[in-house]
């Protein structure tokens, strides 16, 4: 069965800092994974994808992700945070032959101080 | 497109009473899942369909769930009777899989049991 493991229920940052928000994943075959962001309220956005190809994956907001296969991990990561980045992160990852079933991770809240 | 359109937004109802909440799937995509976001057990997916199918409903907690797609655009997802411990945040998401598209969720239904 598929699973994601986010470590971290929440992660502080002072803006202009880099973030990293982690994510580990456990899957029978090749993994499709996702990076989705909720803000109060609202519900889930795209934020990125990968699929298959170059191990870093760049997405909305400068948001980008690496895929490493051997650590099975797709952390987020933006090389400087904004306030308005805080928020909730979710992890997500499928296999081709499940139909687009998105597995979630935990989530991750997001926190950017001035 | 306006996106996956979810109605009610909000729902208050007394335990007992019979909920339907609504979801219209973004026009050409083919895959529609309903999923539960409560702070105890985060996003569950509940049930996803494929080309009007269900595919898997094993995330449905009980048999007072059902969810339907009388064709190819929408979905309802009902709970008969309703139950306290059925207050949360519902969403349903629609993708081409098939075209590797992510999913994109609507803006949930919050439902409080009352």
């Known amino acids: 069965a598929q699973s994601v493991a986010q470590p971290e229920d929440q992660v502080n940052v002072a803006e202009g800092n880099p973030l990293t928000v982690k994510c580990t994943y456990s899957v029978s075959g090749n993994p499709y994974l996702f990076w989705y962001v909720q803000y109060p309220n609202r519900g889930l956005q795209f934020l990125l994808k990968y699929i298959t190809g170059d191990n870093l994956v760049k997405g909305s907001y400068g948001f980008e992700a690496e895929f490493n296969k051997s650590q099975t991990s797709f952390h987020l990561k933006k090389p400087s945070a904004l306030v308005s980045d805080s928020a909730l992160y979710f992890c997500a990852v499928t296999i081709y032959n499940q139909g687009g079933k998105l597995i979630f991770g935990q989530g991750t809240e997001l926190s950017v101080k001035p | 497109d306006a996106g996956v359109i979810q109605s009610p937004r909000h729902e208050v109802t007394e335990m007992g009473q019979e909920v339907t909440l609504r979801c219209k799937l973004i026009s050409g995509h083919n895959s529609l899942f309903w999923y539960r976001q409560t702070m105890m057990r985060g996003l569950e997916l509940l049930i996803y369909?494929?080309?009007?199918?269900?595919?898997?409903d094993s995330g449905m907690p009980e048999d007072r769930f059902s969810a339907k797609m009388p064709n190819a655009s929408f979905s309802t997802l009902k709970i008969q009777p309703s139950e306290p411990r059925d207050s949360a945040v519902y969403f349903c998401?629609?993708?081409?899989?098939?075209?590797?598209?992510?999913?994109?969720f609507g803006q949930g239904t919050r439902l409080t049991v009352v």
């Open positions: 998401a629609s993708s081409a899989w098939d075209r590797n598209t992510e999913a994109f």
């Open positions: 369909f494929n080309n009007n199918v269900p595919i898997d």
